[in-house]
């Protein structure tokens, strides 16, 4: 079955980073654009970025711009979110997200579409 785990959460100071993980199980990863959101409390989800298959082309929002990467491993099935220069603004619970109809993020508009399948999310802290 299709499934999405995240992993790599904790708690860093500001200025600190964090590599999230998002591994996929009974789909090829590969072939899909794969989302990062997060939610803070209180807050509505929001986009944070989107890799698209094939290229690789990556899309971020401008709050994150400059200091988080996305990258593919695709012997590993994993999509990994590298968060550096962390803020305390980044508090919130990291998710993935994939879609089987969704092969590329759609430029800066891959927040607007739903997504079939998301992973349990992360917690990220940044706070001294």
């Known amino acids: 079955q299709v499934q999405l785990v995240e992993s790599g959460g904790g708690l860093v100071q500001p200025g600190g980073s964090l590599r999230l993980s998002c591994t996929a199980s009974?789909?090829?990863?590969?072939?899909?654009?794969i989302v990062w959101f997060r939610q803070a409390p209180g807050k509505e989800r929001e986009g944070v970025g989107c890799?698209?298959?094939?290229?690789?082309?990556?899309y971020y929002a401008e709050s994150v711009e400059g200091r988080f990467t996305i990258s593919r491993d695709n012997a590993k099935n994993t999509v990994y979110l590298q968060m550096n220069s962390l803020k305390p603004e980044d508090t919130a619970v990291y998710y993935c997200?994939?879609?089987?109809?969704?092969?590329?993020?759609?430029?800066?508009?891959?927040?607007?579409?739903?997504?079939?399948?998301w992973g349990q999310g992360t917690q990220v802290t940044v706070s001294s």
């Open positions: 997200a994939t879609d089987d109809a969704r092969p590329t993020c759609s430029g800066q508009y891959y927040y607007t579409f739903e997504y079939y399948y």
């Open positions: 009974g789909f090829t990863l590969a072939n899909y654009a």
């Open positions: 890799i698209s298959s094939a290229d690789g082309a990556t």
